[in-house]
């Protein structure tokens, strides 16, 4: 198990720097007289559309009384300003007056320089990367308690991806089957084989993405004008339970009816148990299996077939 108080030692040391980078960030705050609290609450107020008291506290977690001291300074500068509630008569709705929208454009505006500026020594893929992990952090620290990732589905095939799914099938299958190098070097051989007669009519690559990473993917490969084959099915362990396996292939199967396939087929293995019942559900036929000694393994290669007329 993981040392707790190693990945506590870590968070901390984290913040330690981030508290250098945010400060960095927060520099042009000095050109202004309002504190942080205040910008915050003035964003809130932006975004949330009219916010009463009760709900600004709740969305920032601020102490009503602390809040409430904001706000009258907000009001006393002229940034904001209260307005019976229309939907409750008891409470006041938050405004923002002109002065303070365009105090916050003018922030907003020399805070995303701040940003550019430390994004610039970067390349695209550091940047993307940093974004990613900035947005994994914020996920799992939000708090929402049900814990289910943002995942995006993508049909075009990007410089890189290949390469990152031949090494995501070697290294899962060679941790949960127990597969050796075999198994890798036969994904690289189906690609490249794929790749040169790859065409958008006939074929279809779905990609699950998730914090700028794939997490899963999915390939309908036309193998005749009647036939096509599923291949390259796969979602990343960390993943799994939150039903992107069965939206990858509920795409797939859609583009095999779109493309008016008779029938498509898959190859698999009995060591894949979990895969061929979620086969199975979707309405696939176990049409033949033979013991085999493949990838370090002796195991029965089978095929599924689902007809699609």
């Not at 409430?68 to 307005?83: F, H, M, N």
């Not at 939907?87 to 020399?110: C, P, V, Y």
Request: hydrophobic share 40%; proline share 3%.
């Amino acid at each position: 198990m993981p040392d707790l108080n190693n990945i506590a030692d870590t968070v901390s040391e984290f913040h330690t720097f981030y508290e250098a980078v945010a400060a960095t960030l927060n520099a042009h705050r000095s050109t202004h007289s309002l504190s942080g609290a205040e910008i915050r609450i003035l964003s809130e107020i932006s975004v949330n559309q009219h916010p009463n008291a009760g709900q600004l506290a709740t969305a920032t977690n601020t102490d009503p009384g602390y809040l409430t001291r904001i706000i009258r300074s907000l009001e006393k500068q002229g940034l904001a300003s209260r307005a019976p509630s229309r939907t409750d008569a008891r409470s006041f709705a938050l405004h923002l007056t002109e002065q303070g929208k365009n105090t916050l454009i003018d922030l907003q505006m020399a805070s995303r320089d701040n940003v550019l500026q430390l994004l610039q020594p970067l390349n695209v893929r550091q940047q993307e990367q940093l974004a990613a992990a900035m947005l994994a952090i914020r996920q799992l620290l939000k708090g929402d308690g049900n814990g289910t990732p943002e995942v995006t589905y993508r049909h075009q095939l990007q410089p890189g991806d290949v390469g990152y799914l031949i090494h995501l099938h070697g290294g899962l299958y060679a941790r949960e089957a127990g597969y050796n190098g075999e198994f890798e070097a036969h994904v690289c051989k189906t690609f490249a084989e794929f790749l040169p007669g790859y065409s958008p009519a006939k074929d279809r690559i779905v990609l699950a993405v998730a914090n700028g990473e794939i997490v899963g993917s999915i390939a309908i490969v036309g193998a005749t004008r009647q036939l096509a084959q599923l291949r390259w099915f796969i979602v990343h362990p960390d993943y799994r339970g939150f039903g992107i396996g069965k939206r990858l292939l509920a795409d797939a199967l859609a583009f095999c009816k779109d493309k008016q396939y008779q029938t498509v087929y898959l190859m698999t293995t009995s060591i894949q148990e979990h895969a061929g019942a979620l086969f199975k559900q979707s309405g696939f036929r176990k049409t033949g299996e033979k013991l085999m000694q493949l990838w370090g393994q002796q195991l029965y290669e089978q095929r599924y077939d689902m007809d699609l007329v």
